[in-house]
């Protein structure tokens, strides 16, 4: 379908936004603790969607920084966005939430601490990959005026543990192009498609300067022949 620029299109759901309209964060605000957000002026990139589109994802969105963030202190803008999880935790907020996460880090008979400092942790990867796709298609609609990516394009992750095991060979593609994203010590990505697959796509997103995650996707306009015989 080709982008109509008179009508704005939701990029989650691919529909005319007809009906209640909200501005979604692209990545989500939450990344960004309140601090962080009161003591400078950002200037985050908003998409338009459907209000109820983009409400379907609130929950997921705090599951994920509540379940990530942990890793990230080390980092300014990490260590701002768990202490504001902490103190509202103390102050009620969240709680069956963080104690969810809570459980996610591995019982040893020790404590929880590892060797060389790491912790093991598991996390819903339901809910983790439904975010960092809405941020995929979030970018991939904003750099492709206005192309939606649709929800059902098959889709593989894979997250990167910084500092631990090295990331996968193909991430060498990655590392010389241009890295974007507006505040890149809280959020930021690379994109590229490969020279002889031109439609297979793949993003690499670091969050807070400590988690990263993987994104390859075929993108589902391609018109080579092993994609129109499908
Ligand atoms: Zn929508
Ligand atoms: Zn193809």
């Known amino acids: 379908m080709a982008p ?36 400078h002026s950002l200037d985050l990139l908003k998409i338009p969607t459907h209000s109820n589109c983009n409400r379907s994802y609130q929950l997921d969105e705090e599951y994920f920084i509540h379940t990530f963030v942990p890793f990230a202190m080390n980092t300014a803008s990490g260590r701002a966005l768990l202490n504001q999880i902490v103190s509202q935790y ?24 590892l060797p060389r400092n790491k912790v093991v942790k598991r996390f819903d990867g339901e809910r983790v990959w439904r975010v960092v796709w809405k941020i995929t ?57 490969l ?3 031109p439609n297979f796509h793949f993003w690499a997103m670091l969050f807070w300067d400590s988690v990263m995650v993987l994104i390859y996707f075929h993108d589902p306009a391609c018109q080579c022949e092993t994609c129109l015989a499908t």
């Open 137 to 193: 298609r979030g970018l991939f609609f904003r750099d492709n005026n206005g192309r939606v990516l649709p929800e059902n394009t098959p889709r593989l992750f894979k997250i990167i543990d910084i500092g631990e095991a090295p990331p996968p060979p193909e991430f060498q593609l990655l590392v010389n192009k241009e890295e974007r994203g507006r505040y890149p010590g809280i959020f930021a990505y690379k994109s590229m498609t």
């Open 90 to 113: 103390h102050n009620g907020r969240n709680v069956p939430l963080n104690q969810k996460v809570l459980k996610e880090f591995a019982r040893k008979p020790s404590g929880l601490i």
């Open 195 to 197: 020279e002889k697959m």
């Open 4 to 39: 109509n620029t008179s009508v704005e299109i939701c990029y989650l759901c691919g529909k005319p936004i007809d009906s209640l309209r909200s501005g979604d964060h692209v990545p989500p605000k939450q990344l960004f603790a309140k601090e962080i957000r009161k003591s």
